[in-house]
């Protein structure tokens, strides 16, 4: 598939969360609730108008944001970027967004629904989607694993994402495992696993940083 087309999928995703929204405007409450805590339950709410739209304005904005960025960078770090890094993850971000946004319908659409369970499975199906790309991902300002051990060299950037890669992953297919079957505790269990699945290459890249001083 061509970076062009992947754009076209990105802005017809967010576009058809909207057609649905503008389908089913009428039939949403007063107020939606759009923020949840980590068993599933609505602890925010936004007035209909607000609520229903501001996942695809918000949702297309974070696209353009991630995937025209770096037409912004200095020309070496344009290089390193390469053309396909920031279509892809601008292209997963719009799903991710989508998605969401489908969520919170359903649960103002259908009294009593939950989002407990889908929710860590799409969050875990965004971070898989993520460890599978940045290993991919050249060293470079805006996308990837960025520490300032990571950004010291193109061979601790590159073993960095190799490892964040694994570490998303796995941590993405636990939280995805543990928000669904995990009961009362798995929200907590799911949102650990995501937190250390980051902190892993970070760790990683201090740790090759000083071994390659002490090399040096």
């Known amino acids: 598939m061509s970076f062009r087309r992947v754009d076209m999928v990105s802005v017809g995703v967010i576009g058809l969360s909207a057609a649905l929204t503008a389908a089913v405007y009428e039939r949403l409450p007063e107020r939606m609730a759009t923020h949840f805590d980590l068993a599933g339950n609505p602890n925010g709410w936004m007035p209909r108008a607000m609520g229903a739209w501001f996942a695809p304005v918000f949702g297309l904005g974070l696209w353009a944001f991630i995937r025209f960025l770096p037409a912004i960078l200095p020309k070496s770090d344009r290089r390193r970027l390469g053309d396909s890094s920031a279509p892809l ?18 649960v103002a659409l259908v009294p009593g629904a939950s989002l407990a369970r889908a929710i860590w499975i799409v969050l875990g199906a965004l971070y898989v989607a993520l460890g599978l790309v940045i290993p991919r991902v050249k060293r470079n300002a ?5 520490t300032p051990w990571s950004l010291t060299s ?8 190799r490892v ?8 993405g297919l636990a939280a995805a495992a543990f928000g669904v079957l995990g009961g009362p505790t798995g929200g907590i269990v799911a949102i650990a696993a995501l937190i250390v699945s980051a902190l892993i290459p970070a760790g990683y ?6 071994r390659q001083d002490q090399g040096s």
């Open 164 to 171: 964040g890669g694994y570490a998303m992953v796995i941590g």
């Open 142 to 146: 805006i996308i990837g694993i960025r």
């Open 154 to 161: 193109d061979e601790n950037w590159a073993r960095t994402q």
């Open 89 to 106: 993850v601008a292209a997963m971000t719009a799903m991710f967004m989508a998605a969401v946004h489908v969520l919170v319908l359903y």
């Open 205 to 210: 890249s201090l740790v090759l940083a000083r």
